[in-house]
C-alpha cells in the first residue's frame, strides 16, 4: 500500500519505506508520536506525588492498638485515590482497591459473626433460634434487606442507620448501570413508591426506634419503602447471649435484587467470623464462590469460616441425608494437602461444618417456655419426629428432638471466639491489611513490568527503524540531513521512554516505600 509523505503530500509507492522517495522527509511519523504521550506521563507523575501529599479525609482508628495500622491504610487510600484522579480515572480495578480501603477504614472494633448465604436458606431463623426470640425478621418471601446487627445492651433498642447522599448517589448509579440486570430493584422501586422517599431518608441523622416485631420489619424487610435507604439496623438486648460479639444478619447472595445482595458480597471482608448457611442441597458454583471470598478474607486462616447445612428436618431420612450431602461438599472446600490455607485441612473439614434445623430447635424452645404452638408449627416438629423416631409423640422425643437440631453444636463452635475476640480484632485488622496491601502492590509491580515490557517493544521497533535506516542509506546517501535529523528524534523518543519508565517506577516504588514503612 502506498504511504501518502505528511510534508509533501506525495503518494510514496514503496510501503516500507522510512523516508519520502521526493522530498526526503519522514514517513512513519507516529512511531514518534508516543514522545507526546510519555511527555503527558511526566506531567501526570507529579500531579500523582502532589497529590499523594493533599490532606484527605482521614479514618480512625477504632482502638489504639491499631492506630499505626489505620494509618498506612489512610495512606495507601490516599495513593490510591491521588493516583485514580491523576493517571487513570477508568480504571475497574483502582476502583476496587479504593472501595475496599475505604470499606477497611470503616470497620469498626466489634468482633462481627456474620450469618450469609443464599436468599431463604434459613439465615434469620438460625440467629433466631441461637437467640431463642424471633427479633430477626424471617418470611417465605425474600425478606432480609438491610446489614441487622444485633448486640449486647442494658436497654433494648434499635438503631436504625441511613445511607448518606453520597452513599445513595452509588448505589443509585451502580443500580442504574445495568437496566436489564436491575429490571427487578427499577420496578420493585417504583411499586413501592419509594422514589418520592429519597429526600426524606437519604442523608437522614440515625433514629432509635422501639424494639418491635413490626418496627424490625418496617427497616429490615423488604415490603416497606424506607428499607432502601436503611444503610444498617442495630439490636441492642440485654438477652444477648455475648457480651463482646456481634451477630450479623444479611441479605441473600442471589437476591433478584442485586442491590440488595451487593451489600453483603462487600459486607463478608469486614465480618472476623463468616457462618455461610445452605441449605441442605448440592452447592451451587456461586456458593462456592462466596466460601472461597470467605476463605480468601481470613488472612490464611480459614477456620474462621463455618459452613451451616440448614433445614436439616426438610429431608426424608435427614440423618443419612446429611452425611452424603457433607462428604458432597468436603469433595470442594476440604484440602488433600496438610497446609492450605485456601481450604479447610481435614479436621477443619470435621470440625466446620455443621448441620442444623434451626426452626426445629426454635419451636421446641417456643414449647419449652409455654408459648402455644400454631397448627401448622405442631406439624414441622411432628414430621422430624416421625422421620427420625416412627413416632408423633413429640413430648416422649422432645429432648432428643432438641439435639438432633443442634443450634447447640453452632453456639459452642462461635462461643469459644468470645475469650479471644478482642486480641481477634487486632490480629484481624492486621492480616486483612496485609492482605490488601499486597494485593495493591502485586498490582503496581505488574503495571511495572508492563511498561517496562512496552518500553523494551518500542526498543524493539526503535532497532527495527535504525536498521532500516542503515538499509535505505544506500539509497538515499544523499539525504545524510534528514537521517541525522531522524536520528536525533529517535535519541530523543528512547531518552524519553527510558525517562518515563524509569519515573513511574520510582514513584510508585517510593509511595508502596513509605507506606510499608
Ligand atoms: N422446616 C424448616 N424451615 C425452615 C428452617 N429454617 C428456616 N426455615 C424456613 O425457611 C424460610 C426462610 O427462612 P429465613 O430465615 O427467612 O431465611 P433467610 O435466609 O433469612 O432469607 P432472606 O433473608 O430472605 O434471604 C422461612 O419460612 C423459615 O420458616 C428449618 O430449619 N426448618
Ligand atoms: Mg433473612
Known sequence: ????????????????????????????????????ILGEYSKKI???????????????????ELNEVYEKANKLHSFLLAYKESFDSENKQIDNFIKKTANYLKQDSNFEVAFVGTVKAGKSTLINAMLK????????????????????????????????????????????????????FLNEF???????????????????????KENLKKYTGSTDAVHYFVKEAEVSFSGFPFKN??????????????FRSNVTREYISRANVVLMCIKVDPIHNSELTTIYQAFDNTGGRPEKVFLIGTQLDIRNEPLKAWEELKNDWKKNIVSKEEVDTTKFTRKQGETNIIGV???????????????ELSRPQI?????????????????????????????????????????????????????KFQGLFDEVKKYFLDLNKDAKDTYQK???????????????????????????ELKAKIDEFQGQVNNAVKEINDAIDGVINSIKE
Open 1 to 36: 500500500m502506498a504511504k501518502i509523505c505528511p510534508k509533501c503530500k506525495a503518494s510514496c509507492k514503496n510501503a516500507t519505506a522510512v523516508f519520502c522517495e521526493y522530498c526526503g522527509g519522514v514517513l512513519n511519523d507516529a512511531d514518534f508520536q508516543n514522545k507526546d
Open 133 to 184: 426470640h424471633e427479633y430477626a425478621s424471617s418470611s417465605v418471601t425474600p425478606e432480609t434487606s438491610v446489614l441487622t446487627k444485633f448486640k449486647y445492651g442494658g436497654v433494648n433498642s434499635l438503631k436504625i442507620t441511613f445511607y448518606s447522599k453520597d452513599e445513595w448517589d452509588e448505589l443509585w448509579q451502580s443500580a442504574n448501570k445495568n437496566k436489564q440486570k436491575s429490571a427487578a
Open 357 to 371: 434445623a434451626a426452626y426445629v430447635s426454635l419451636l421446641c424452645d417456643m414449647k419449652k417456655r409455654g408459648e
Open 190 to 212: 417504583a411499586e413501592l413508591g419509594a422514589e418520592s422517599q429519597i429526600s426524606k431518608y437519604v442523608g437522614k441523622e440515625p433514629i432509635n426506634e422501639d424494639l418491635s
Open 245 to 258: 460479639l456481634v451477630f450479623v444478619d444479611t441479605p441473600g447472595l442471589d437476591d433478584a435484587v442485586d
Open 379 to 431: 406439624k414441622v416438629l411432628e414430621k422430624i419426629c416421625y422421620e427420625l423416631f416412627d413416632t408423633h409423640a413429640i413430648d416422649e422425643k422432645f429432648d432428643e428432638i432438641y439435639k438432633f437440631a443442634n443450634v447447640d453444636g453452632v453456639y459452642k463452635s462461635i462461643e469459644k471466639f468470645t475469650a479471644t475476640a478482642k486480641q481477634e480484632i487486632i490480629t484481624d485488622a492486621k492480616l
Open 458 to 484: 518500542g526498543q524493539g521497533s526503535v532497532d527495527e527503524i535504525i536498521s532500516k535506516i542503515k538499509e535505505e542509506e544506500k539509497a538515499l546517501g544523499e539525504l545524510e540531513q534528514t537521517r541525522q
Open 46 to 64: 507529579k500531579v500523582l506525588v502532589d497529590g499523594f501529599e493533599v490532606d484527605r479525609k482521614k479514618y480512625h482508628s477504632p482502638i489504639p
